[in-house]
């Protein structure tokens, strides 16, 4: 896989606080790549120096051979769209228009194209739905077709399993390799194992440093979780290609 972002030496934080401290880290493309780590590791403080929303300490980040400071706010939709874990109550507004908000090549994008990414992902039966009176999991997967809808070659998704049932959570990683069929790159913040055995590609964050990332069969170990995560985590090989993990006493 070529290699799409590049964090080079990247520091960054909030106001004085520094969350990231000195990260190299290579996002490829297409494929899924999941950045995992503890509540507060820094996982969404990555995603969001990609979308220019933290302060930069140092370093840099490059974007398909582009410097990131480069690139105007108004153009970077084309380069990557961002689905929060949460979006601020939206009284009033339909699935449809929190999908229609996004933007594509500077212009909003029309309702006809929003209705056919939720048709796209199998909801576009919430399209008239009130987005507040919707469910969680609705509301995540609302917020991954507004993030699609951008074409930007690049999808990030912040904890988006966080808090869901079985089926939700079932529904929302098949939408994750839907994107990834479309030879996107996936980049998706979460402790969630589950998406981590399904990814391509691993970052594992610790206090705002990277500890190991690589291939996901190359990574993920009982030794790197129990360490992520501070417990014991037993990794099971199921075949080449599958993997379960245990939480050991």
Same mark, same amino acid.
């Given at each position: 896989?070529?290699?799409?972002?590049?964090?080079?030496?990247?520091?960054?934080? @909030?106001?004085?606080?520094?969350?990231?401290?000195?990260? #190299?880290?290579?996002?490829?493309?297409?494929?899924?790549?999941?950045?995992?780590?503890?509540?507060?590791?820094?996982?969404?403080?990555?995603?969001?120096?990609?979308?220019? @929303?933290?302060?930069?300490?140092?370093?840099?980040?490059?974007?398909?051979?582009?410097?990131?400071?480069?690139?105007? !706010? #108004?153009?970077?939709? #084309?380069?990557?769209? @961002?689905?929060?874990?949460? !979006?601020?109550?939206?009284?009033?507004?339909?699935? !449809?228009?929190?999908?229609?908000?996004a933007r594509i090549s500077g212009r909003w994008i029309t309702e006809d194209e929003a209705?056919?990414?939720?048709?796209?992902?199998?909801?576009?039966?919430?399209?008239?739905?009130?987005?507040?009176?919707?469910?969680?999991?609705?509301?995540?997967?609302?917020?991954?077709?507004?993030?699609?809808?951008?074409?930007?070659?690049?999808?990030? !998704?912040?904890?988006?399993?966080?808090?869901?049932?079985?089926?939700?959570?079932?529904?929302?990683?098949?939408?994750?390799?839907?994107?990834?069929?479309?030879?996107?790159?996936?980049?998706?913040?979460?402790?969630?194992?589950?998406?981590?055995?399904?990814?391509?590609?691993?970052?594992?964050?610790? #206090?705002?440093?990277?500890?190991?990332?690589?291939?996901?069969?190359?990574?993920?170990?009982?030794?790197?979780l129990s360490d992520l995560y501070d417990t014991n985590v037993r990794v099971v090989k199921?075949?080449?290609?599958?993997?379960?993990?245990?939480?050991?006493?």
């Amino acid at each position: 896989m070529a290699d799409h972002i590049k964090l080079n030496d990247f520091s960054a934080g @909030y106001r004085s606080e520094e969350i990231l401290r000195k990260i #190299n880290a290579e996002i490829p493309k297409p494929g899924i790549t999941t950045i995992l780590g503890q509540n507060g590791s820094g996982k969404t403080t990555m995603l969001r120096s990609l979308i220019k @929303y933290t302060a930069v300490k140092g370093g840099s980040i490059t974007m398909a051979g582009k410097d990131l400071g480069r690139i105007p !706010l #108004n153009e970077l939709p #084309n380069y990557v769209a @961002y689905a929060p874990a949460w !979006l601020e109550d939206q009284m009033g507004f339909t699935a !449809l228009n929190i999908v229609s908000s996004a933007r594509i090549s500077g212009r909003w994008i029309t309702e006809d194209e929003a209705a056919e990414v939720l048709e796209y992902l199998h909801i576009g039966y919430l399209a008239q739905k009130r987005f507040s009176e919707l469910s969680s999991g609705q509301m995540k997967m609302v917020l991954i077709a507004r993030a699609l809808a951008s074409r930007a070659p690049t999808v990030m !998704l912040d904890e988006p399993t966080s808090g869901l049932d079985i089926s939700n959570k079932r529904r929302i990683m098949k939408m994750i390799n839907m994107l990834a069929e479309r030879k996107l790159s996936v980049v998706v913040a979460t402790h969630d194992l589950d998406i981590a055995l399904i990814s391509d590609w691993i970052i594992a964050i610790k #206090n705002g440093g990277i500890i190991s990332s690589g291939a996901r069969n190359e990574v993920i170990s009982s030794a790197l979780l129990s360490d992520l995560y501070d417990t014991n985590v037993r990794v099971v090989k199921l075949d080449n290609s599958r993997f379960t993990c245990v939480m050991d006493e």
